[in-house]
């Protein structure tokens, strides 16, 4: 019924659909309809929100600068961002958090109860614990505040204008736009929980160089994991979300084979661009490695963001550990030799 911009307010929507020159399937109104009923409530919401907290927001100093969890979809981000969430004294947006970005401290009064019933609580492309007060992705809030984010190109899979937010490059002022947005979201999150704040999104796999010029002292962990496995993954991931989650735009006519494979060049190609420049800022570690000696690991992300690791929060992330030991992780179909051949940048990894 709803994809990831409800929680978004109406000058934004707006200013989506006239860049978009209001292009979308005839069979998709009353989403959209729907889609702008909540954008004016959103609007409503956004409105007190800010007569409430937008003085005490300003005045937010972030004392310790976040940790962002870099990788591609499928990499096992999300496992360790659920993981280092268990440690109390980090803070990840809640799917909630990250879906309502202009207004989640006053409609939890009225939406909350709602979407709590709606939101599956397992993630419907590999069967994860999901949730509305679970760890979702920054890069969520940021579309919607913002109106500009790869993110977009799930509700319009026709356009292809949105792939120039992953690095920003040549955007300026969309660069800037994008630069508050991160801002102000984190500082609402530390006006909330005055916590170090842990986010994650794949697409600020190609943001270190711009994270840094606002956070200079930021810290990034990397996991990366087999290309092949991460490509047959997130094609899995595409023809998910291309059934359930496309509501405002019929279906791209894009190969998404050449699609994910385009994402994955563009993505760690910038990646690896800034990489020499900013490596004593980023852990990197495979996937493989964090399932066979995950204590190692966490050994150094602890010590590579300057927490103690101590005994209470050891036996907590164990915990979390071993209730996944018998996680069944989902089985893809095997490569055709075209497949088998791809991009020799995979290989950089």
């Known amino acids: 019924m709803f994809t990831f911009l409800v929680g978004i307010n109406l000058s934004t929507l707006l200013k989506i659909f006239s860049s978009n020159q209001h292009r979308v399937d005839s069979r998709s109104y009353?989403?959209?309809?729907?889609?702008?009923?909540?954008?004016?409530?959103?609007?409503?919401?956004?409105?007190?929100?800010?007569?409430?907290?937008?003085k005490k927001i300003s005045t937010v100093s972030i004392k310790e600068e976040p940790v962002f969890i870099l990788g591609h979809w499928?990499?096992?981000?999300?496992?360790?961002?659920?993981?280092?969430?268990?440690?109390?004294?980090?803070?990840?947006?809640?799917?909630?958090?990250?879906?309502?970005?202009?207004?989640?401290?006053?409609s939890k009064f009225f939406f909350y109860p709602l979407f709590s019933l709606l939101i599956p609580k397992k993630r419907v492309q590999d069967n994860l614990e999901g949730g509305i007060n679970l760890p979702n992705e920054d890069e969520i809030a940021l579309a919607q505040l913002t109106g500009e984010s790869p993110y977009l190109e799930w509700s319009f899979p026709k356009e292809n204008r949105f792939e120039k937010f992953l690095a920003f490059e040549n955007q300026t002022l969309s660069l800037k736009s994008w630069e508050k947005a991160l801002i102000y979201f984190i500082k609402k999150l530390s006006l909330k929980y005055k916590k170090r704040i842990l986010l994650k999104s794949p697409t600020h796999t190609a943001r270190v160089d711009k994270i840094l010029k606002i956070f200079p002292n930021a810290k990034f962990i990397h996991i990366h994991r087999d290309p092949y496995d991460v490509y047959k993954s997130t094609l899995h991931l595409f023809e998910i979300f291309e059934d359930k989650y496309i509501f405002l735009q019929g279906r791209s006519d894009l190969n998404k084979k050449e699609k994910v494979i385009k994402l994955y060049q563009d993505l760690y190609n910038t990646y690896l661009e800034h990489y020499?420049?900013?490596r004593d800022k980023i852990l990197s570690f495979s996937y493989e490695d964090f399932l066979e000696k995950p204590g190692d690991i966490i050994k150094s992300i602890y010590s590579h963001i300057g927490i103690e690791l101590d005994e209470k929060v050891k036996n907590e992330l164990n915990k979390y550990i071993r209730s996944k030991k018998k996680y069944v992780r989902g089985k893809h179909k095997e490569l055709s030799e075209d497949e088998n051949d791809l991009n020799s940048s995979s290989s950089d990894l």
């Open 30 to 54: 009353i989403f959209i309809i729907f889609h702008f009923l909540f954008a004016v409530l959103n609007s409503m919401a956004s409105f007190f929100e800010k007569l409430i907290f937008e």
């Open 74 to 106: 499928r990499s096992g981000t999300t496992y360790l961002q659920y993981l280092l969430s268990k440690d109390s004294r980090l803070y990840s947006p809640s799917t909630f958090e990250c879906l309502f970005p202009h207004n989640f401290s006053v």
């Open 276 to 278: 020499p420049k900013y």
